[in-house]
Protein backbone atom coordinates (compact mmCIF):
# COMPACT_ATOMS: atom_id res chain seq x y z
CA UNK A 1 0.00 0.00 0.00
CA UNK A 2 1.47 3.10 -1.36
CA UNK A 3 2.26 6.57 1.54
CA UNK A 4 -1.07 7.94 -0.13
CA UNK A 5 -3.01 4.81 0.14
CA UNK A 6 -2.34 4.57 3.91
CA UNK A 7 -3.15 8.20 4.93
CA UNK A 8 -6.18 8.20 3.11
CA UNK A 9 -7.13 5.22 5.28
CA UNK A 10 -6.27 7.01 8.33
CA UNK A 11 -9.54 8.11 9.53
CA UNK A 12 -11.74 5.15 7.60
CA UNK A 13 -13.48 3.20 10.37
CA UNK A 14 -12.49 -0.72 10.15
CA UNK A 15 -16.35 -1.37 9.91
CA UNK A 16 -16.22 0.83 6.82
CA UNK A 17 -13.45 -1.38 5.53
CA UNK A 18 -14.69 -4.56 6.53
CA UNK A 19 -18.15 -3.97 4.96
CA UNK A 20 -16.45 -2.92 1.71
CA UNK A 21 -14.81 -5.90 1.69
CA UNK A 22 -17.89 -8.47 1.63
CA UNK A 23 -20.15 -9.26 4.82
CA UNK A 24 -22.05 -12.46 4.89
CA UNK A 25 -24.61 -14.81 6.77
CA UNK A 26 -21.76 -16.48 8.31
CA UNK A 27 -19.67 -13.29 9.49
CA UNK A 28 -23.44 -12.06 10.95
CA UNK A 29 -23.83 -15.23 12.57
CA UNK A 30 -20.07 -15.15 14.52
CA UNK A 31 -20.74 -12.00 15.30
CA UNK A 32 -23.82 -12.29 16.88
CA UNK A 33 -22.78 -15.14 19.50
CA UNK A 34 -19.37 -12.90 20.13
CA UNK A 35 -21.47 -10.06 20.64
CA UNK A 36 -23.93 -12.13 23.24
CA UNK A 37 -21.23 -14.19 24.59
CA UNK A 38 -19.35 -10.01 25.38
CA UNK A 39 -22.43 -9.12 26.82
CA UNK A 40 -23.10 -11.41 29.16
CA UNK A 41 -19.52 -10.48 30.82
CA UNK A 42 -20.59 -6.59 30.40
CA UNK A 43 -23.96 -6.77 31.82
CA UNK A 44 -22.57 -7.50 35.36
CA UNK A 45 -19.43 -5.90 35.12
CA UNK A 46 -21.09 -2.23 33.60
CA UNK A 47 -23.20 -2.22 36.85
CA UNK A 48 -20.54 -2.92 39.40
CA UNK A 49 -18.32 -0.58 38.14
CA UNK A 50 -21.01 2.22 37.85
CA UNK A 51 -21.70 2.09 41.41
CA UNK A 52 -18.06 1.56 42.18
CA UNK A 53 -17.43 4.71 41.05
CA UNK A 54 -20.42 6.30 43.31
CA UNK A 55 -22.96 6.66 40.40
CA UNK A 56 -26.14 4.75 39.93
CA UNK A 57 -25.93 1.49 38.18
CA UNK A 58 -27.95 2.46 35.14
CA UNK A 59 -25.21 4.96 34.19
CA UNK A 60 -23.09 2.11 33.72
CA UNK A 61 -25.26 0.47 31.55
CA UNK A 62 -26.30 4.02 29.32
CA UNK A 63 -22.51 4.02 29.06
CA UNK A 64 -21.60 0.50 27.64
CA UNK A 65 -24.78 0.47 25.37
CA UNK A 66 -24.05 4.23 23.64
CA UNK A 67 -20.41 4.51 24.06
CA UNK A 68 -20.30 0.72 23.14
CA UNK A 69 -22.03 1.28 19.85
CA UNK A 70 -20.27 4.13 19.00
CA UNK A 71 -16.61 2.85 19.45
CA UNK A 72 -17.17 -0.38 17.78
CA UNK A 73 -19.09 1.78 14.50
CA UNK A 74 -16.69 4.82 14.48
CA UNK A 75 -13.11 2.76 15.67
CA UNK A 76 -10.20 1.85 14.38
CA UNK A 77 -9.75 -1.72 15.29
CA UNK A 78 -11.62 -4.76 14.13
CA UNK A 79 -12.07 -6.32 17.73
CA UNK A 80 -12.68 -3.05 20.66
CA UNK A 81 -15.02 -2.82 22.85
CA UNK A 82 -15.87 -0.02 24.54
CA UNK A 83 -17.73 0.81 27.67
CA UNK A 84 -17.08 1.57 31.25
CA UNK A 85 -13.94 0.44 32.62
CA UNK A 86 -12.80 -0.35 36.29
CA UNK A 87 -9.00 1.60 35.82
CA UNK A 88 -11.64 5.00 35.93
CA UNK A 89 -13.24 4.18 39.41
CA UNK A 90 -10.92 6.43 40.73
CA UNK A 91 -11.14 9.22 39.03
CA UNK A 92 -15.07 9.08 38.33
CA UNK A 93 -15.34 8.30 41.77
CA UNK A 94 -13.43 12.09 42.99
CA UNK A 95 -14.86 13.80 40.17
CA UNK A 96 -18.57 12.85 41.85
CA UNK A 97 -17.57 13.79 45.07
CA UNK A 98 -16.39 17.30 44.19
CA UNK A 99 -18.56 18.17 41.39
CA UNK A 100 -21.47 15.71 41.15
CA UNK A 101 -22.80 13.76 38.83
CA UNK A 102 -23.83 16.80 36.62
CA UNK A 103 -19.67 17.69 36.34
CA UNK A 104 -19.39 13.96 35.97
CA UNK A 105 -21.73 14.26 32.95
CA UNK A 106 -19.94 17.58 31.57
CA UNK A 107 -16.13 16.21 32.68
CA UNK A 108 -17.03 12.96 30.19
CA UNK A 109 -18.38 15.18 27.16
CA UNK A 110 -15.17 17.41 27.46
CA UNK A 111 -12.68 14.43 27.70
CA UNK A 112 -14.72 13.24 24.42
CA UNK A 113 -14.09 16.88 22.20
CA UNK A 114 -9.96 16.22 23.70
CA UNK A 115 -9.94 12.88 22.25
CA UNK A 116 -11.33 13.35 19.26
CA UNK A 117 -9.21 16.90 18.87
CA UNK A 118 -5.78 14.13 19.93
CA UNK A 119 -6.92 11.80 16.99
CA UNK A 120 -7.51 14.33 14.60
CA UNK A 121 -4.10 15.89 15.37
CA UNK A 122 -2.16 12.14 15.14
CA UNK A 123 -1.22 11.82 18.63
CA UNK A 124 -2.30 7.98 18.57
CA UNK A 125 1.41 6.81 18.05
CA UNK A 126 2.91 9.26 21.30
CA UNK A 127 0.59 7.19 24.04
CA UNK A 128 3.66 4.34 23.21
CA UNK A 129 6.14 6.64 24.78
CA UNK A 130 4.86 6.06 28.16
CA UNK A 131 7.65 3.78 29.72
CA UNK A 132 5.84 -0.01 30.71
CA UNK A 133 7.07 0.40 34.17
CA UNK A 134 4.34 3.41 34.94
CA UNK A 135 1.36 1.70 33.08
CA UNK A 136 1.94 -1.60 35.18
CA UNK A 137 2.50 1.12 38.34
CA UNK A 138 -0.64 2.91 38.00
CA UNK A 139 -2.49 0.06 37.23
CA UNK A 140 -1.56 -1.67 39.94
CA UNK A 141 -2.23 1.17 42.09
CA UNK A 142 -5.80 1.80 40.63
CA UNK A 143 -6.56 -2.12 41.36
CA UNK A 144 -5.73 -1.69 45.17
CA UNK A 145 -7.62 1.39 45.08
CA UNK A 146 -10.81 -0.45 43.32
CA UNK A 147 -10.13 -3.20 46.81
CA UNK A 148 -10.26 -0.86 49.44
CA UNK A 149 -13.33 0.86 47.70
CA UNK A 150 -15.19 -2.98 47.71
CA UNK A 151 -14.38 -3.33 51.28
CA UNK A 152 -17.28 -1.38 52.77
CA UNK A 153 -20.25 -3.68 50.45
CA UNK A 154 -17.58 -6.58 50.81
CA UNK A 155 -18.27 -6.95 54.28
CA UNK A 156 -21.45 -5.23 54.86
CA UNK A 157 -19.35 -2.24 57.26
CA UNK A 158 -21.41 0.70 58.71
CA UNK A 159 -19.23 3.68 58.46
CA UNK A 160 -20.31 6.32 60.41
CA UNK A 161 -19.14 9.54 58.77
CA UNK A 162 -19.61 8.15 55.37
CA UNK A 163 -16.47 6.62 53.31
CA UNK A 164 -13.60 9.27 52.67
CA UNK A 165 -11.94 9.57 49.02
CA UNK A 166 -8.63 9.43 49.99
CA UNK A 167 -6.90 6.09 50.14
CA UNK A 168 -5.14 6.82 53.45
CA UNK A 169 -8.22 7.95 55.53
CA UNK A 170 -10.30 5.50 53.43
CA UNK A 171 -8.44 2.48 55.24
CA UNK A 172 -8.07 3.99 58.64
CA UNK A 173 -12.22 4.18 58.13
CA UNK A 174 -12.60 1.16 57.00
CA UNK A 175 -10.43 -0.70 59.71
CA UNK A 176 -12.37 1.54 62.73
CA UNK A 177 -15.26 0.23 61.13
CA UNK A 178 -14.41 -3.70 61.31
CA UNK A 179 -16.68 -4.33 64.29
CA UNK A 180 -19.88 -3.59 62.21
CA UNK A 181 -19.07 -6.79 59.54
CA UNK A 182 -22.47 -8.41 58.05
CA UNK A 183 -21.39 -11.59 57.92
CA UNK A 184 -24.32 -12.78 55.32
CA UNK A 185 -22.40 -9.95 53.12
CA UNK A 186 -18.82 -11.49 53.55
CA UNK A 187 -20.12 -14.66 52.84
CA UNK A 188 -21.87 -13.96 49.75
CA UNK A 189 -18.79 -11.48 48.55
CA UNK A 190 -16.55 -14.87 49.42
CA UNK A 191 -18.51 -17.23 47.59
CA UNK A 192 -19.14 -15.05 44.27
CA UNK A 193 -15.34 -15.06 44.24
CA UNK A 194 -14.66 -18.49 44.77
CA UNK A 195 -17.51 -19.04 42.20
CA UNK A 196 -15.86 -16.81 39.53
CA UNK A 197 -12.50 -18.53 40.01
CA UNK A 198 -13.70 -22.71 40.10
CA UNK A 199 -15.96 -21.54 36.93
CA UNK A 200 -12.87 -19.84 35.46
CA UNK A 201 -11.30 -22.80 36.13
CA UNK A 202 -13.10 -25.77 35.36
CA UNK A 203 -15.40 -24.42 32.90
CA UNK A 204 -13.52 -21.37 31.14
CA UNK A 205 -15.92 -21.22 28.12
CA UNK A 206 -19.06 -20.27 30.72
CA UNK A 207 -19.86 -16.90 31.86
CA UNK A 208 -18.79 -16.67 35.25
CA UNK A 209 -19.58 -13.24 36.18
CA UNK A 210 -22.87 -13.87 35.43
CA UNK A 211 -23.31 -17.21 36.76
CA UNK A 212 -22.36 -16.28 39.79
CA UNK A 213 -23.95 -12.75 40.40
CA UNK A 214 -27.07 -14.70 39.33
CA UNK A 215 -26.75 -16.92 41.84
CA UNK A 216 -26.10 -15.07 44.76
CA UNK A 217 -28.90 -12.69 43.73
CA UNK A 218 -31.79 -16.50 43.78
CA UNK A 219 -29.73 -17.61 47.31
CA UNK A 220 -29.96 -14.10 49.25
CA UNK A 221 -33.67 -13.80 48.11
CA UNK A 222 -34.78 -17.40 49.08
CA UNK A 223 -32.88 -17.20 52.15
CA UNK A 224 -34.14 -13.67 52.71
CA UNK A 225 -30.36 -12.75 53.67
CA UNK A 226 -30.24 -9.19 55.06
CA UNK A 227 -28.33 -7.34 52.65
CA UNK A 228 -28.11 -4.42 50.71
CA UNK A 229 -29.28 -4.73 46.72
CA UNK A 230 -29.35 -2.64 43.73
CA UNK A 231 -32.84 -2.65 44.30
CA UNK A 232 -32.98 -1.22 48.39
CA UNK A 233 -30.31 1.31 47.87
CA UNK A 234 -30.98 2.78 44.09
CA UNK A 235 -34.91 1.75 43.20
CA UNK A 236 -34.12 -0.59 40.25
CA UNK A 237 -33.19 0.48 36.78
CA UNK A 238 -34.93 2.13 34.40
CA UNK A 239 -36.65 -0.01 31.78
CA UNK A 240 -35.22 2.60 28.48
CA UNK A 241 -32.76 4.88 27.86
CA UNK A 242 -33.55 8.59 28.60
CA UNK A 243 -33.97 11.18 25.94
CA UNK A 244 -30.27 13.13 25.20
CA UNK A 245 -29.61 16.24 26.52
CA UNK A 246 -26.43 18.44 26.26
CA UNK A 247 -24.63 19.44 29.69
CA UNK A 248 -24.32 22.60 31.42
CA UNK A 249 -21.56 24.34 29.35
CA UNK A 250 -20.99 27.60 31.19
CA UNK A 251 -17.47 28.90 31.08
CA UNK A 252 -17.06 28.09 35.22
CA UNK A 253 -18.62 24.70 34.61
CA UNK A 254 -16.53 23.96 32.25
CA UNK A 255 -13.12 25.17 34.20
CA UNK A 256 -14.19 23.91 37.61
CA UNK A 257 -14.08 20.22 35.49
CA UNK A 258 -11.37 20.68 33.31
CA UNK A 259 -9.07 18.69 35.16
CA UNK A 260 -10.85 16.21 35.30
CA UNK A 261 -11.63 15.91 31.76
CA UNK A 262 -7.82 16.06 31.11
CA UNK A 263 -7.38 12.73 33.39
CA UNK A 264 -10.07 11.19 31.35
CA UNK A 265 -8.47 11.66 27.96
CA UNK A 266 -5.42 10.46 29.68
CA UNK A 267 -5.96 7.29 31.24
CA UNK A 268 -8.62 6.68 28.14
CA UNK A 269 -6.62 7.33 25.45
CA UNK A 270 -4.04 4.98 27.55
CA UNK A 271 -6.90 2.35 27.88
CA UNK A 272 -7.91 2.38 25.02
CA UNK A 273 -5.13 1.80 22.63
CA UNK A 274 -3.30 -0.55 24.96
CA UNK A 275 -6.51 -2.75 24.43
CA UNK A 276 -6.80 -2.36 20.59
CA UNK A 277 -2.74 -3.56 21.14
CA UNK A 278 -3.69 -6.78 23.22
CA UNK A 279 -6.39 -7.04 20.52
CA UNK A 280 -3.73 -6.97 17.32
CA UNK A 281 -1.68 -9.56 19.68
CA UNK A 282 -4.34 -12.04 19.86
CA UNK A 283 -5.66 -11.86 16.10
CA UNK A 284 -2.40 -10.54 14.00
CA UNK A 285 -4.30 -7.79 13.03
CA UNK A 286 -3.57 -3.73 13.28
CA UNK A 287 -5.51 -1.05 14.32
CA UNK A 288 -5.64 2.89 13.36
CA UNK A 289 -4.16 4.46 16.33
CA UNK A 290 -5.98 7.66 15.64
CA UNK A 291 -9.04 6.78 14.17
CA UNK A 292 -8.96 4.84 17.10
CA UNK A 293 -8.78 8.26 19.30
CA UNK A 294 -11.24 9.82 17.37
CA UNK A 295 -14.18 7.15 18.01
CA UNK A 296 -13.39 7.14 21.75
CA UNK A 297 -13.96 11.03 21.67
CA UNK A 298 -17.02 10.85 19.95
CA UNK A 299 -18.10 7.74 22.10
CA UNK A 300 -17.37 9.76 25.25
CA UNK A 301 -19.70 12.80 24.12
CA UNK A 302 -22.66 10.52 23.28
CA UNK A 303 -22.27 8.79 26.42
CA UNK A 304 -22.54 12.08 27.92
CA UNK A 305 -25.44 13.24 26.36
CA UNK A 306 -27.42 10.01 27.90
CA UNK A 307 -25.55 10.49 31.00
CA UNK A 308 -22.89 8.04 31.04
CA UNK A 309 -19.65 8.01 32.05
CA UNK A 310 -16.66 7.87 30.82
CA UNK A 311 -16.03 5.44 28.03
CA UNK A 312 -12.93 3.63 27.12
CA UNK A 313 -11.70 0.18 25.00
CA UNK A 314 -12.07 -2.55 27.42
CA UNK A 315 -9.06 -5.12 27.78
CA UNK A 316 -11.06 -7.62 28.87
CA UNK A 317 -14.12 -7.67 27.38
CA UNK A 318 -12.35 -6.84 24.18
CA UNK A 319 -10.10 -9.92 24.58
CA UNK A 320 -13.17 -11.97 25.10
CA UNK A 321 -14.44 -10.87 21.85
CA UNK A 322 -11.75 -12.25 20.05
CA UNK A 323 -11.95 -15.59 21.93
CA UNK A 324 -15.35 -15.67 20.74
CA UNK A 325 -14.79 -15.95 17.35
CA UNK A 326 -15.72 -12.13 16.34
CA UNK A 327 -14.88 -10.99 12.70
CA UNK A 328 -15.47 -7.39 12.57
CA UNK A 329 -17.30 -4.64 14.74
CA UNK A 330 -20.65 -5.91 14.17
CA UNK A 331 -19.93 -7.76 17.16
CA UNK A 332 -18.92 -4.74 19.30
CA UNK A 333 -22.61 -3.14 17.99
CA UNK A 334 -24.72 -6.38 18.77
CA UNK A 335 -23.08 -6.60 22.34
CA UNK A 336 -24.86 -3.02 22.84
CA UNK A 337 -28.08 -4.19 21.34
CA UNK A 338 -28.05 -6.95 23.52
CA UNK A 339 -27.65 -4.81 26.46
CA UNK A 340 -30.39 -2.36 25.24
CA UNK A 341 -32.54 -5.14 25.21
CA UNK A 342 -32.04 -6.13 28.67
CA UNK A 343 -32.78 -2.62 29.69
CA UNK A 344 -36.35 -3.24 27.68
CA UNK A 345 -36.93 -6.33 28.76
CA UNK A 346 -35.64 -7.98 31.65
CA UNK A 347 -34.47 -4.66 33.97
CA UNK A 348 -36.45 -5.13 37.11
CA UNK A 349 -34.27 -8.80 37.89
CA UNK A 350 -31.69 -6.37 38.70
CA UNK A 351 -33.11 -4.65 41.42
CA UNK A 352 -32.24 -8.55 43.22
CA UNK A 353 -28.20 -8.26 42.89
CA UNK A 354 -26.66 -8.27 46.39
CA UNK A 355 -24.02 -5.25 46.29
CA UNK A 356 -22.09 -7.55 48.02
CA UNK A 357 -21.88 -10.04 45.33
CA UNK A 358 -20.70 -7.25 42.60
CA UNK A 359 -18.03 -6.28 45.21
CA UNK A 360 -16.47 -10.00 45.12
CA UNK A 361 -16.70 -9.86 41.34
CA UNK A 362 -14.81 -6.30 41.58
CA UNK A 363 -11.91 -7.59 43.78
CA UNK A 364 -11.35 -10.34 41.51
CA UNK A 365 -11.28 -7.68 38.40
CA UNK A 366 -8.88 -5.53 40.31
CA UNK A 367 -6.58 -8.76 40.76
CA UNK A 368 -6.81 -9.07 37.28
CA UNK A 369 -5.91 -5.72 36.63
CA UNK A 370 -2.29 -6.15 38.89
CA UNK A 371 0.24 -7.24 36.02
CA UNK A 372 1.84 -9.76 38.33
CA UNK A 373 4.52 -10.94 35.65
CA UNK A 374 5.53 -7.96 34.84
CA UNK A 375 6.14 -6.95 38.64
CA UNK A 376 8.01 -10.09 38.63
CA UNK A 377 10.43 -9.56 35.88
CA UNK A 378 10.70 -5.69 36.78
CA UNK A 379 12.01 -6.52 40.51
CA UNK A 380 14.38 -9.58 38.99
CA UNK A 381 15.90 -8.21 35.86
CA UNK A 382 15.20 -3.90 35.59
CA UNK A 383 15.76 -2.17 39.21
CA UNK A 384 15.29 0.85 37.27
CA UNK A 385 11.76 0.38 35.76
CA UNK A 386 11.24 -0.96 39.93
CA UNK A 387 11.99 2.01 40.73
CA UNK A 388 9.53 3.88 38.40
CA UNK A 389 7.04 1.27 39.31
CA UNK A 390 7.00 1.74 42.49
CA UNK A 391 6.78 5.96 42.63
CA UNK A 392 4.24 4.95 40.06
CA UNK A 393 2.22 3.34 42.33
CA UNK A 394 2.99 5.18 45.70
CA UNK A 395 2.41 8.49 44.27
CA UNK A 396 -1.14 7.19 42.23
CA UNK A 397 -1.92 5.76 45.99
CA UNK A 398 -0.75 8.86 47.91
CA UNK A 399 -1.97 11.45 45.88
CA UNK A 400 -4.00 10.73 42.48
CA UNK A 401 -3.47 9.05 39.45
CA UNK A 402 -2.11 11.99 37.64
CA UNK A 403 0.88 12.62 40.19
CA UNK A 404 1.57 8.82 39.76
CA UNK A 405 2.00 8.99 36.09
CA UNK A 406 4.20 12.59 36.19
CA UNK A 407 6.30 11.77 38.56
CA UNK A 408 6.52 7.96 36.77
CA UNK A 409 7.80 9.55 33.66
CA UNK A 410 10.04 11.78 34.49
CA UNK A 411 11.75 9.23 36.93
CA UNK A 412 12.30 7.43 33.77
CA UNK A 413 13.02 10.31 31.79
CA UNK A 414 15.91 10.90 34.31
CA UNK A 415 17.26 7.08 34.89
CA UNK A 416 17.65 7.10 31.08
CA UNK A 417 19.86 10.18 30.82
CA UNK A 418 22.07 8.95 33.60
CA UNK A 419 22.20 5.70 31.47
CA UNK A 420 23.43 7.32 28.64
CA UNK A 421 25.86 9.72 30.84
CA UNK A 422 27.59 6.47 31.27
Known amino acids: MTDAAKASNLYVPKLATLLRAGYGLGDLRADAVAGLTVAIVALPLSMA ?12 LYTAIIGGFLVSMLGGSRFQIGGPAGAFIVLVASTVHLHGIEGLVLATFLSGLMLAAGGLLRLGGLIRLIPPAVTVGFTAGIAVIILASQMHDLL ?5 RGEPAQFGPKV ?3 VQALPSL ?4 AVVAIAVIGIILAVRRWRPAWPALLIAVGLAAVAAAVLGLPLETIGSKFGGLPNGLPLPHLPDLSPAKVLAVLPAAAAFTLLGAIESLLS ?8 GRRHRSN ?31 VRAGARTPVSGMLHSLYLLAFMLIAAPLAAYIPLAALAGLLVVVAWNMVEKAEIAHLVRENRGGAAVM ?5 LTLAHDLIA ?13 RVRRQR
Open 390 to 394: AVTLA
Open 404 to 416: GIAAGCALAVGLA
Open 172 to 174: AAL
Open 276 to 283: AVVADGMS
Open 291 to 321: MELVAQGVANSGAALFGGMPVTGTIARTATN
Open 49 to 60: IAIASGVGPERG
Open 156 to 160: GLTLA
Open 182 to 185: NPPA
